[in-house]
T-cell receptor, first 111, second 113 residues
């Protein structure tokens, strides 16, 4: 399987703390994307990092990519209760747009 | 509408029946994707349409699954002779050809009794 792996599977933190989620994958990629899913329904695209990039920021989100270790991390700073959701990494292997998703990290932010 | 829409939002069917799930992508998006998500799992890629190219069907789990797309608009995912293991949320996404990052619909929750 080319599916990525994420850890932790579940993460529970207090509001204001930072949340870090990790994703590992198996083969060379063109880009890696992070998505958020609320209540098991539609996903929302958060951020994309290309294979030649090492770090990217968007608001309270920071994504890093280490292609030598085939891993990425998503950091959410100053978390809020509204950040409670499942977060998935997805890898684009062939520029065709087909994405391979990880199993996801379920984040719970307690007020 | 402004986003990807899917219908129905929920579908309950009996084992052995056929079901059709519909996806309306964002207007102008040439790429359309179908995924399946079982409870507590990540998304499994099913099929991908890109313009007039032959679809990438590599993720379809069996010949009971098929999908069609009319031009660059609506797509229908058909599951024949449904089985209980087909129970899942079926998600559709679309994207412009030149911009990676997919826009997802709300999904159809399929329950096979």
């Amino acid at each position: 399987s080319q599916q990525g792996e994420e850890d932790p599977q579940a993460l529970s933190i207090q509001e204001g703390e930072n949340a870090t989620m990790n994703c590992s994958y198996k083969t060379s990629i063109n880009n890696l994307q992070w998505y958020r899913q609320n209540s098991g329904r539609g996903l929302v695209h958060l951020i994309l990092i290309r294979s030649n990039e090492r770090e990217k920021h968007s608001g309270r989100l920071r994504v890093t990519l280490d292609t030598s270790k085939k891993s990425s991390s998503l950091l959410i700073t100053a978390s809020r209760a509204a950040d409670t959701a499942s977060y998935f990494c997805a890898t684009d292997y062939n520029q065709g747009g087909k994405l391979i998703f990880g199993q996801g990290t379920e984040l719970s932010v307690k007020p | 509408g402004a986003g990807v829409s899917q219908s129905p939002s929920n579908k309950v069917t009996e084992k052995g029946k056929d079901v059709e799930l519909r996806c309306d992508p964002i207007s102008g998006h040439t790429a359309l994707y179908w995924y399946r998500q079982r409870l507590g799992q990540g998304l499994e890629f099913l099929i991908y349409f890109q313009g007039n190219s032959a679809p990438d069907k590599s993720g379809l789990p069996s010949d009971r699954f098929s999908a069609e797309r009319t031009g660059e608009s609506v797509s229908t995912l058909t599951i024949q002779r449904t089985q209980q293991e087909d129970s899942a949320v079926y998600l559709c996404a679309s994207s412009p050809w030149v911009a990676p990052g997919q826009f997802f619909g709300p999904g159809t929750r399929l329950t096979v009794l």
